[in-house]
């Protein structure tokens, strides 16, 4: 499973959430501890805006604790809001467009968990994106493809509405196959402006994800950036999160969401 951070606020260095804290995103590559595994040494990548719509990008596959340009980075960049992932993988190759986050025009994505089955479902997935979507498929991995059919189910419309058609698409087909394992999804999407944070899973067991507010804006995170972490809040499971800048928008429960197409 794989660790990440978004942010959203006043502008800060990049360092000051993905190196500098005491189990910042660095330490947790290493020394993850609500993870399945502590190590997280599949790539890494950095997603931010600034004052284009677009987010910039930089991922890599070397590990995040070994790279030095990333920490270069982070001491550079100064962002309202950024994304930030260190990779474990559940399979596919350790390639650069494997590696998160995933961006689309001005959408910024990242993910932890699974798709049960991936490998049986993936041709039929792939199947359901249109041309426009499928075109824009680098890599091999389940993320990419979970984030290329919520564009398709009209992300920029309608963006809770598109992950709740997605993760229904997605588990009709795992029923259709009668795949066991579960589907598990932690996830942040971003046009520039808001973030959205889910936590979903078709079981019980939605990985970790937690926020908090600070001084200069909100931290979302797989598990907290300092031993304890008694002021982070858990995200309840079957919710999306939204953050705008500066502002908590509140919840809105999956369950709860429109899902009509």
């Given at each position: 499973?794989?660790?990440?951070?978004?942010?959203?606020?006043a502008p800060v260095?990049?360092?000051?959430?993905?190196?500098?804290?005491?189990?910042?995103?660095?330490?947790?590559?290493?020394?993850?501890?609500?993870?399945?595994?502590?190590?997280?040494?599949?790539?890494?990548?950095?997603?931010?805006?600034?004052?284009?719509?677009?987010?910039?990008?930089?991922?890599?596959?070397?590990?995040?604790?070994?790279?030095?340009?990333?920490?270069?980075?982070?001491?550079?960049?100064?962002?309202?809001?950024?994304?930030?992932?260190?990779?474990?993988?559940?399979?596919?190759e350790s390639i650069?467009?494997?590696?998160?986050?995933?961006?689309?025009?001005?959408?910024?994505?990242?993910?932890?968990?699974?798709?049960?089955?991936?490998?049986?479902?993936?041709?039929?997935?792939?199947?359901?994106?249109?041309?426009?979507?499928?075109?824009?498929?680098?890599?091999?991995?389940?993320?990419?493809?979970?984030?290329?059919?919520?564009?398709?189910?009209?992300?920029?419309?309608?963006?809770?509405?598109?992950?709740?058609r997605m993760l229904?698409?997605?588990?009709?087909?795992?029923?259709?196959?009668?795949?066991?394992?579960?589907?598990?999804?932690?996830?942040?999407?971003?046009?520039?402006?808001?973030?959205?944070?889910?936590?979903?899973?078709?079981?019980?067991?939605?990985?970790?994800?937690?926020?908090?507010?600070?001084?200069?804006?909100?931290?979302?995170?797989?598990?907290?950036?300092?031993?304890?972490?008694?002021?982070?809040?858990?995200?309840?499971?079957?919710?999306?999160?939204?953050?705008?800048?500066?502002?908590?928008?509140?919840?809105?429960?999956?369950?709860?969401?429109?899902?009509?197409?």
């Amino acid at each position: 499973m794989c660790r990440w951070l978004a942010y959203a606020g006043a502008p800060v260095y990049l360092e000051t959430l993905v190196t500098e804290p005491s189990h910042s995103l660095i330490d947790q590559s290493q020394n993850a501890i609500e993870a399945k595994a502590p190590i997280n040494g599949d790539g890494f990548g950095l997603g931010w805006y600034d004052s284009r719509p677009e987010p910039g990008l930089f991922r890599e596959v070397l590990p995040a604790w070994n790279d030095s340009n990333l920490r270069s980075l982070a001491a550079q960049i100064r962002s309202p809001l950024f994304f930030a992932h260190v990779r474990a993988s559940t399979g596919t190759e350790s390639i650069r467009p494997n590696c998160h986050p995933f961006a689309s025009g001005r959408w910024l994505f990242m993910h932890n968990g699974q798709v049960g089955g991936y490998e049986r479902l993936r041709r039929r997935l792939e199947a359901l994106l249109p041309d426009e979507h499928y075109a824009q498929r680098k890599g091999t991995t389940d993320s990419e493809l979970l984030f290329l059919l919520m564009l398709a189910q009209g992300l920029e419309r309608d963006p809770i509405g598109a992950i709740g058609r997605m993760l229904d698409q997605v588990e009709a087909e795992m029923r259709a196959a009668e795949i066991r394992q579960p589907m598990r999804f932690t996830s942040a999407v971003s046009d520039g402006q808001r973030i959205y944070a889910i936590r979903h899973a078709s079981d019980d067991r939605p990985p970790s994800l937690y926020w908090q507010q600070q001084e200069a804006g909100f931290v979302i995170v797989s598990e907290p950036l300092e031993p304890g972490g008694a002021d982070w809040q858990i995200v309840p499971p079957e919710q999306v999160l939204i953050v705008e800048r500066d502002r908590l928008l509140g919840f809105v429960s999956l369950e709860h969401a429109d899902h009509a197409a």
